[in-house]
């Protein structure tokens, strides 16, 4: 059975900093690993998919990297900006079986980026 | 492109009352999940459907829950005599069609999400 965890649960930080979220994976015989955005009251958006053949993906100031011998992986956000204020959410799907979208979803990590 | 498209976006029921949440997958797509978010809890998986089938419910509540995805219209997830503890967003994805993991089979695209308070 997958379990996910993100560190930390919450992140305050001024503008303009980098900053690492980071995931971690029990069953590192995935497919491939999403990474999702969510704002108050609203739904999920796709970040970033990182496949298990790739070491990482970039998307603007986004990187993703992923380690499945470690079972780890990280967001990094380059430049906060406030308008990168949402939970941070990491999913891996389940190993085996043909539910593909079958997702275990860590407890995400709530960012705030203040001017 | 319309995505995945969930109605009601909010809805409110007393308890014992019965709650129908819709969604209609993203065009092209032929597979639907429900998940569901408690309050202070993560997104749990609830139920896999094709059209007409149930794939998987592993993640249903054993009682008072059920899904369909009929050949015509959206998917339905159902709430029977709902009580306080239903209170939750519920949130549909969809995803293309079979061809697995290398067709992109998991990638999902979600819906906003409809919210269900139970007073």
């Known amino acids: 059975k997958q379990e996910v965890t993100q560190i930390p649960a919450a992140l305050s930080v001024p503008e303009g900093e980098n900053l690492v979220l980071n995931c971690s994976f029990t069953?590192?015989?995935?497919?491939?690993l999403q990474w999702f955005r969510q704002d108050p009251g609203k739904g999920l958006t796709s970040l970033l998919l990182i496949q298990s053949s790739q070491r990482e993906q970039t998307s603007g100031r986004l990187n993703a990297s992923l380690d499945k011998s470690s079972g780890r992986s990280t967001l990094y956000i380059a430049a906060s900006q406030p308008g990168d204020s949402a939970t941070y959410l990491c999913?891996?799907?389940?190993?085996?079986?043909?539910?593909?979208?079958?997702?275990?979803f860590g407890q995400g990590t709530i960012l705030t980026v203040h001017p | 492109n319309a995505g995945v498209m969930q109605n009601p976006r909010h809805l409110v029921r007393r308890r014992g009352q019965e709650a129908r949440l819709r969604c209609s997958p993203m065009?092209?797509?032929?597979?639907v999940y429900w998940y569901r978010q408690l309050p202070e809890e993560g997104l749990k998986f609830m139920v896999y459907l094709q059209k007409e089938n149930i794939i998987d419910e592993s993640g249903m509540p054993k009682e008072r829950f059920s899904a369909e995805f009929p050949k015509e219209g959206p998917s339905i997830l159902r709430i029977q005599q709902v009580v306080r503890g239903d209170s939750a967003a519920y949130f549909c994805?969809?995803?293309?069609?079979?061809?697995?993991?290398?067709?992109?089979?998991?990638?999902?695209?979600f819906g906003a999400g409809s919210r269900l308070t139970v007073l």
């Open positions: 999913a891996a799907p389940n190993a085996g079986g043909t539910s593909y979208g079958k997702l275990t």
């Open positions: 994805a969809s995803s293309p069609p079979t061809g697995g993991v290398v067709a992109g089979a998991n990638v999902l695209t």
């Open positions: 069953d590192s015989a995935i497919y491939n």
């Open positions: 065009k092209g797509h032929s597979h």
